[in-house]
């Protein structure tokens, strides 16, 4: 049986599906099993995931009989999943050929951790770099650890590779006191930094495409205040778990409060948008 199941979520992905499938078929470690999960698509996807499903029996395709979401999407290709290791690859996307292989290696030398990652490197469309980030040389002292990668980790490591069960438990976790999109990744890579369950490498690379999208309209500030409460209570919550002395957990309330501010929302956000509903939506409705 394979160790390793790819997810691929996708939806109209013809623009970039090939690339991404490419990537997997290109993989050195051959034991692992490709799920393609289409969400009803309209354009070419169908075909060109099929076209690799005929040719290579570790590609599976399973259409949607309708829209699920994306969310949704997400979840059915992870419950489909019966090996021990995971990763969702988004259709646009595309991995290094060693990446498999090299993650696994982590879980080998690291057998306590739930969570390997790889560089992140982020591309426009046109192939120009957006970032670049890169696993840290980490400190020996605990809370120094936990704070470097705090601020240091990407969220696209959700899309790393995990030991599914735990992926599971973790994301039900955040889900059950965070039920949003904004930030879930942050927090379900949280419950690993907390716990020292992750390591990484710069050997293997997973690139992203930065596409152009519309700019993302913030909710009123009395729904940002409530996520940025549960955010950090969720932070707060997963810590108290775990065998912090009381002067560790002082050092680490004002990490999570860092945190929380630069993943979710900070008070100059909110105290703006605030601003904006109070003071000068009256200025600034169409008049009748």
Same mark, same amino acid.
């Given at each position: 049986?394979?160790?390793?199941?790819?997810?691929?979520?996708?939806?109209?992905?013809?623009?970039?599906?090939?690339?991404? /499938?490419?990537?997997?078929?290109?993989?050195?470690?051959?034991?692992?099993?490709? &799920?393609?999960?289409?969400?009803?698509?309209?354009? +070419?996807?169908?075909?060109?995931?099929?076209?690799?499903?005929?040719?290579?029996?570790?590609?599976?395709?399973?259409?949607?009989?309708?829209?699920? +979401?994306?969310?949704?999407?997400?979840?059915?290709? *992870?419950?489909?999943?019966?090996?021990?290791?995971?990763? %969702?690859?988004?259709?646009?996307?595309?991995?290094?050929?060693?990446?498999?292989?090299? =993650?696994?290696?982590?879980?080998?030398?690291?057998?306590?951790?739930?969570?390997?990652?790889?560089?992140?490197?982020?591309? #426009?469309?046109? +192939?120009?770099?957006?970032?670049?980030?890169?696993?840290?040389?980490?400190?020996?002292? !605990?809370?120094?650890?936990? +704070?470097?990668?705090?601020?240091?980790?990407?969220?696209?490591?959700?899309?790393? /590779?995990?030991?599914?069960?735990? &992926?599971?438990?973790?994301?039900? !976790?955040? %889900?059950? #006191?965070?039920?949003?999109?904004?930030?879930?990744?942050?927090?379900?890579?949280?419950?690993?930094?907390?716990?020292?369950? =992750?390591?990484?490498?710069?050997?293997?690379? &997973?690139?992203?495409?930065?596409?152009? !999208?519309?700019?993302?309209? !913030?909710?009123?500030?009395?729904?940002? *205040?409530?996520?940025?409460?549960?955010?950090?209570?969720?932070?707060?919550?997963?810590?108290?778990? /775990?065998?912090?002395?009381?002067?560790?957990?002082?050092?680490?309330?004002?990490?999570?409060?860092?945190?929380?501010?630069?993943?979710?929302?900070?008070?100059?956000?909110? @105290?703006?948008? @605030?601003?904006?509903?109070?003071? &000068?939506?009256?200025?600034?409705?169409?008049?009748?």
């Amino acid at each position: 049986m394979p160790e390793v199941t790819v997810g691929i979520p996708v939806y109209n992905g013809e623009a970039y599906l090939q690339r991404c /499938l490419l990537s997997v078929l290109s993989q050195t470690e051959e034991n692992f099993i490709a &799920l393609i999960y289409d969400n009803a698509s309209t354009d +070419g996807t169908r075909e060109i995931a099929e076209s690799f499903c005929q040719t290579d029996k570790r590609f599976i395709y399973f259409r949607q009989s309708e829209n699920r +979401g994306p969310t949704n999407n997400f979840l059915d290709v *992870l419950a489909a999943a019966k090996t021990e290791f995971f990763f %969702w690859l988004a259709h646009d996307d595309f991995i290094s050929p060693n990446f498999i292989n090299e =993650l696994l290696g982590l879980f080998h030398t690291n057998p306590q951790i739930h969570l390997a990652v790889p560089r992140i490197l982020s591309i #426009h469309e046109d +192939g120009r770099t957006y970032g670049d980030a890169r696993w840290p040389n980490l400190p020996n002292d !605990r809370l120094d650890r936990i +704070g470097l990668l705090l601020r240091e980790a990407p969220p696209s490591w959700f899309y790393a /590779l995990w030991r599914k069960e735990e &992926l599971q438990r973790s994301f039900d !976790r955040v %889900w059950s #006191h965070y039920p949003y999109g904004w930030g879930s990744d942050h927090l379900t890579i949280y419950t690993q930094i907390i716990r020292g369950t =992750l390591a990484g490498t710069n050997e293997a690379c &997973l690139t992203q495409t930065i596409q152009h !999208r519309p700019a993302r309209i !913030r909710p009123p500030y009395k729904q940002m *205040l409530e996520l940025r409460r549960l955010f950090r209570q969720f932070c707060l919550d997963e810590a108290s778990k /775990l065998d912090f002395a009381p002067e560790e957990m002082k050092r680490l309330n004002k990490m999570i409060e860092n945190y929380t501010s630069d993943r979710c929302y900070g008070y100059r956000k909110i @105290a703006r948008r @605030a601003l904006r509903e109070i003071v &000068l939506s009256p200025f600034t409705r169409p008049s009748s």
